[in-house]
């Protein structure tokens, strides 16, 4: 007698705030809320790029847990219940972002992301109007040796969403990050500057996925640069397939 | 190989040298060599010669009192630290007085008493051979029951056997995190996997701890027999052991003793001529702490950048290169052998409900015996600190003993009476840690304590992620400032916001755990913060 095939990935059923919904269990928490249009802040993660769970601003409550969970690289599960929205985990969305503000310069008014930038914009969405925590007035270099592109580090966040698309999307691993700590910084090569770069085949993704002014075209002026990261997911998958 | 066979062949060691009655022991673990142990051990090596067939000088591993190194101890052969005659602070010149007093009466002048509590308090499991054994000779461990657990569980127990002893015994995880090493043991041996890895964490990057360094200078032997039982039970054939580059003695007498374990057959191919095999490698860490995460450990190994990735998956179920992946400290694979030797109920007999077994600790600061000691689970803080330590030097009183390092707290007078365990230490808002305890006297300033981990922490943050990167930076800034009287209450009020949201959100360990320092410090101290506040 033909037995029915056995699924590996089972389904399972969860509830997200006051949403009941099902979900692959291969899934992450981040991937079905995205799916449902459910809101959760995030700055590293990206459809289409490996988990990085960085940023943290993804942190969700999970029922009967006291600690939090990033939704970007937790799985679902058979009954989750998760809160993606308390008045805890605002504040710390709150702080992380204030964080980011002081920790490089970012002038808004004349950055060419202005108006177009994931972080200005989560800052805004999460009521983030004014910075407690002192910035830090550090001056980082800037990187105009490539004839299409710009590295500025001072809107760098450090997402290192450049580094895994040039990695596992144009597979060239231009991108890395050197140092610890607050000293990190995104490199080309073995730290060279950009416009010398062996591995780089100029194909931009970089620039498209990052989500600040840090990594833009040569030439455009204040709020000009606007990205476009429609390509990501449909060369993931082809990726994925091939 | 049959356990009568080894038993025979420790007979045989033993054998060997019957004729020798007494030793000369000289420390030469990392401490004593930096205080010039190596010149004593060669006057004494030189003077004694062949010691007229019935004394030898040998070299040793750490015997605890490291702060009055170097040590030379004079002994019956076989006879314990305890029952020797030690000699502190011992120079080259010293050398002919002490060979006379091998048959003669003690040096006075020279003397550290062995019945004071500092040794007669200690239960010594873990550190059992240290400063007994000479690391680098395999049949001296061989000749002290070494190995025989190893061909025990071989030939006697099934991988089944192996992991309810370890279950029984309570032993938990030693490097900090106190996670049972049964239920780690068994969780990889359940998941299904052709290549499983043992992984021995031997990176110990605590400021003032050195407890693992001492295990692995005195008694090699015995942390790769725990990981070789480890590897039989969890159906692993491959394993490292990741220390770090500043430790060069740990390397090169681990190094000897894997050479000597393999030439003997006890690791490597068909190991004690059974089915098993298991190979175990060195890995060098370069000195970061975060590299003791167990997830950046094992990017590092792998060759990658030594950044921790979000858990789960656990290493148990995707570890080195996505294998199934056993990881355990030093000290808690040094507790393996005696386990197995003993039976599992008679490691749960000691210590106290929920913490088996003994513990190690490194004492430093403010303490008259600084040094490594051994005691059972539940031993309390003041008998650690008052009665083994000594007491506080120069007359001076005691304000706080660190434990845990740049993870854990501080823990006042008022609680000095409680039993030391996992979860005793955390409810005063401390960890266990790996067995770092630094005593603080009232001279030290609680904030500038905290500010110097914080600055640990900042320095060590990998940079993954924002909240310990940026977080850590924004706390020691301000420590720094109220450090230096310019702080006010809203830059108080921050900290403690900066601290919640770090600890909460980071994304592993060492940012989770950085604030703690700071809290615990203004949970016992806060009228220190508030006495130095500007608008206070
Ligand atoms: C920042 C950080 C540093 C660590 N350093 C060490 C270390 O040096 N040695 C160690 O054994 N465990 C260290 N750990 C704990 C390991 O991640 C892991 O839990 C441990 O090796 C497991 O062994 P155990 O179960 O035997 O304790 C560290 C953890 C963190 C978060
Ligand atoms: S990167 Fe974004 S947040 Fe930073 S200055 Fe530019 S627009 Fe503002
Ligand atoms: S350059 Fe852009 S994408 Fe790269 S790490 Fe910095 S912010 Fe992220
Ligand atoms: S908590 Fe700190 S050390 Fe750990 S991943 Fe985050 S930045 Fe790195
Ligand atoms: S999106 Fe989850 S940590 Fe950045
Ligand atoms: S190093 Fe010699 S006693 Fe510790």
Redesign the interface.
Known sequence: MAQPATPTVRVVTLRIDDHDLSAREDETIIEVCREHHIPIPSLCHLDGLS??????LC?VELEGQS??Y?AC???VAEGMRIQTQSDRLR??RH??LE??F??RNHVCSVCVSNGHCELQWLAQKCGVDHV???Y?HVAYPVDSSHEMFRLDHNRC??CTRCVRVCDEIEGAHTW??M??????RVISDLAQPWGNSDTCTSCGKCVQVCPTGALVKQGTSVGEMVKDQHFLPILARRRHLS | MHPEDLAEKAAQFRAEDAAIKREVRVCMAASCQSSGAAPVLEALTQLCGDGGGTCRVKGVGCMGLCSAGPLVAVADKDCDLADSVLYRDVMPTDAPDIMRSVCGAPVERLRCPTDQPFFARQQRIVLENCGIIDPDSFKSYVAVGGYAALVKALSEMTPAEVLREVTTSGLRGRGGGGYPTGLKWSTVAKTPGAQKYVICNADEGDPGAFMDRAVLESDPHRVLEGMAIAGYAIGANKAYVYVRAEYPLAVERLQTALRKARGAGFLGNRVADTQFSFEVEIRLGAG?F?CGEETALMASIEGL?GQP??R?PYPAESGLWGCPTLINNVESFANIAPIIRNGGDWFAGIGTEKSKGTKVFALAGKIQNTGLIEVPMGTSLRDIIEVIGGGIPDGKTFKAVQTGGPSGGCIPEQHLDIGVDYDSLKTLGTIMGSGGMIVMDDTSCMVDVARYFMEFC??????????C??????MH?LLDKIANGQGTAADLA?LE??CE?VQ????CGLGQTAPNPVLSTLRYFRDEYEAKLADG
């Not at chain 1, 988990?51 to 943290?56: E, F, N, S």
């Open positions: 988990v990085w769970g960085g940023c943290r942190m600690r939090l990033a690289s937790t799985r504040r710390y702080t992380i964080l980011l002081a920790e407690r925590i002192p830090r966040i450090l890395d990050v140092n610890r700590g607050t000293d990190c | 970061a975060v950048r990735r979000p789960p900042m320095t060590e943050s990998c940079g993954k992620c924002i909240p990167r940026a977080g850590t930076q924004q800034g921050l916001e900066l949201v909460a959100t980071s994304l």
